[in-house]
């Protein structure tokens, strides 16, 4: 089977749609998702999970589509929220409740009460005073939630500062000092019932050591809970198994996640203890399954540089500013020409509106097409309307069909949220 992406008579295919032919009848910028990729990292994780206790759930964080979301729930996915907003999505996507956890380190009142009425599978608690606030709700509301108390491993994930949070630098979780004397608050409380404990290092991880660092921790901390005579049934792992942003132009068949050299070594790791595990898996879903389409509108040479300016900004894709992240970029058309070294940059007025710098790339001109590659994940959703720049279309490619799952907002849209 070819893979997801591929050059076909010259021209770049997602599955059996060629891309250059959809920008024809379509204007750019546009996100654009593969239907199959996400079914097949969803396949790969049920199938590191088989014969395992293990519910996983998808981080709506990633990406919050709703087209998106039913697939991943009709293959048998839970939920990870981590807002109100998303909690609300997830429900009307039509996860069940029962496989839906909440984490987040600033949960509102409201948030809180709105979890527990649900009636959700769990709730994910960071700190002293939501522990003891969930509570004091839990018993307005007469109902006793499950909780997991997130502890913080101080685990280094070895990945972008910006997006690790097993550290004790970081905001996220409790120390595991002061996690053991919550849990005894929390199982001496009439209305909460702690079952788990959670934690998460970071995200976008590549190499198996952090998890393996995690896996010592659990069994040690739960041992330690188990010495003070608090039982504890299951393991939120978190996430973070990150994709291949690499993946080259030159071989499209690389591996796009890894979720496969990963996964099963984690999961395998910690059967031992005898726990259902959690999962919360994000980017390693949706990530490589998604592609940022937009046009050079410019050449613009300087006397040390030369300039590609897209129609696609950081409003659109804001990684690469945010992280100084690594977008692989594909022309739709199969270069053959010079290659030259450029950057590629948007028209926002910010010097850090850029998607490549000092790249590498075919000769392009003014008018030509390209793809961002692995742009499925923390593309749309950290979208803005930056420069009154409205959001862009969305679709969806299944096999050889197209489906708008989000149309492109218009600067009326925006204009109609105001009171002029």
């Avoid at 910028?29 to 759930?57: E, H, Q, T, W």
């Avoid at 050449?299 to 100084?324: C, E, G, H, Q, V």
């Avoid at 907002?409 to 109609?416: F, G, H, L, P, T």
């Amino acid at each position: 089977m070819q893979p997801v992406l591929h050059y076909r008579n010259h021209e770049l295919y997602m599955e059996n749609v060629s891309l250059q032919a959809l920008t024809e009848g379509n204007a750019t910028p546009f996100y654009i998702y593969s239907r199959r990729d996400i079914v097949d990292n969803c396949k790969a994780v049920m199938n590191a999970a088989r014969g395992l206790n293990v519910l996983p759930c998808y981080a709506l964080k990633a990406n919050y589509n709703p087209a998106i979301l039913k697939i991943i729930k009709d293959m048998g996915f839970g939920a990870d929220v981590v807002s109100g907003g998303e909690l609300y999505f997830a429900l009307k996507a039509g996860f069940d409740k029962d496989k839906i956890v909440f984490a987040g380190v600033g949960k509102t009142a409201e948030e809180i009460e709105y979890a527990i009425q649900i009636g959700i599978h769990s709730l994910n608690v960071e700190s002293e005073e939501e522990l003891k606030l969930t509570g004091e709700i839990a018993e307005q509301l007469q109902s006793k939630p499950d909780i997991a108390l997130r502890v913080n491993p101080n685990i280094d994930a070895k990945t972008h500062k910006y997006i690790s949070t097993g550290l004790y630098e970081n905001k996220f979780g409790i120390m595991p000092d002061q996690a053991v004397s919550l849990y005894q608050f929390a199982v001496k409380h009439p209305w909460l019932n702690p079952v788990g404990i959670h934690v998460h290092i970071g995200s976008q991880i590549k190499e198996l050591s952090p998890f393996t660092d995690t896996i010592a921790f659990l069994k040690n901390f739960k041992q330690k809970l188990a010495d003070n005579e608090i039982p504890i049934t299951q393991l939120d792992l978190g996430g973070g198994i990150g994709i291949n942003y690499d993946k080259s132009l030159h071989n499209l068949q690389q591996p796009s996640t890894y979720i496969d050299t990963i996964l099963p070594q984690y999961l395998q790791g910690l059967q031992t203890l005898n726990s259902k595990l959690i999962l919360e898996l994000g980017r390693s879903i949706v990530g490589s399954a998604g592609l940022l389409i937009t046009k050079i509108i410019y050449r613009k040479k300087t006397p040390s540089r030369t300039f590609l300016i897209t129609d696609a900004a950081m409003n659109n894709l804001i990684r690469p500013s945010l992280y100084n992240a690594h977008h692989e970029i594909y022309p739709l058309t199969e270069p053959n020409g010079e290659w030259e070294t450029v950057d590629v940059v948007g028209p926002v007025c910010e010097s850090s509106d850029y998607f490549a710098k000092n790249r590498n790339l075919p000769q392009l001109e003014g008018g030509q097409i390209i793809a961002l590659a692995a742009a499925g994940a923390y593309g749309q959703a950290l979208s803005s309307n930056y420069n009154l720049r409205p959001r862009i279309a969305e679709y969806l490619v299944n096999n050889d069909t197209v489906n708008t799952i989000a149309e492109a907002q218009s600067i009326e849209d925006i204009a109609n949220q105001y009171k002029w």
